[in-house]
């Protein structure tokens, strides 16, 4: 009744509120730039084992009696192969115990609850919510988010360097423009694989701490606020404007019958409208 009371006091529209895309961008970004130390690393082992062609490839060229363009070929053996991942799998253990890494999520997680304490305070003052006080579930959360982010990225790292073994193994003898072209694309899906990761966990934490800000307030009733552009999933275009419950959240895939909040899907841009307790 209180609350109830207080809303009608403060008629002002709830915001609406806004993911935080540039605190994904950043940390995307940031960990893309982590990642080249794994490039530097397998560009030198190659070039230990006379393999540097393979970094940028070599185009087939005609010799100097005008013969037919040769066609150089590599074919790495199987200590080699295991050298180079050796060397990658060292870098990859040197950027996860990194100082930089773990101020990379330390930042990524401040700017996510930045950017939700700030769109929370915006709701609570329409509602006439006084909101001031220490956020009790915070440490936990951030700690969350770094030991889920670093498990992650160990997975990408571990990931990786099976990728540059497994292309150096199945294309030993193949021409060199070949190689170098597989091992551009396992690179290329590494640095895509960690952007969508840095992504999807500011979008969860942002999600989660909204989730824990409306709750630690009463409110267990929320408006689902879609992206509303192109890119937006049609599940949850339909569930735009609707109201849900944190503790009953709604189907956000019909084929699987997964359910889920905002933001707990991968990459979603979704977010909560909060409702007051006795209010439409």
């Known amino acids: 009744r209180v609350l109830a009371a207080s809303a009608k006091r403060h008629p ?51 010799d100097a009696q005008g013969d037919a363009p040769s066609v150089p070929t590599a074919s790495p053996t199987p200590a080699a192969v295991k050298r180079v991942q050796r060397a990658v799998a060292r870098a990859a253990r040197d950027l996860t115990g990194s100082r930089a890494l773990s101020s990379a999520m330390e930042r ?57 073994g497994r292309v150096l193994r199945e294309n030993a003898g193949a021409r060199v423009e070949t190689i170098a072209r597989e091992l551009q694309e396992a690179t290329g899906a590494s640095k895509a694989r960690a952007q969508l990761i840095a992504r ?24 689902w606020s879609a992206s509303r552009d192109v890119r937006v999933r049609s599940r949850h275009k339909q569930l735009d404007g609707t109201r849900q419950r944190y503790d009953d959240p709604p189907v956000v895939d019909l084929r699987t019958g997964r359910r889920g909040n905002p933001g707990q899907d991968i990459n979603c841009r979704c977010c909560a409208v909060p409702i007051m307790p006795g209010t439409d």
């Open 108 to 164: 990524a997680a401040k700017a996510a609850d930045a950017h939700s304490r700030a769109q929370w305070s915006a709701q609570a003052e329409a509602l006439g919510l006084d909101v001031t006080g220490d956020d009790l579930f915070l440490s936990a959360r951030m700690a969350g988010f770094r030991k889920e982010n670093l498990g992650l990225i160990r997975s990408l790292c571990a990931e990786h360097v099976r990728r540059v």
């Open 12 to 62: 002002r529209k709830v915001p609406r509120p806004d993911a935080p895309t540039a605190a994904a961008a950043g940390y995307a970004l940031a960990l893309s730039a982590l990642l080249k130390p794994l490039d530097e690393a397998l560009r030198e082992a190659l070039a230990a084992e006379g393999l540097s062609g393979l970094t940028g490839g070599v185009a087939g060229r005609a």
């Open 200 to 223: 999807d966990q500011v979008l969860k934490i942002n999600g989660q701490l909204t989730r824990d800000r409306h709750e630690a307030a009463g409110i267990t009733s929320y408006v």
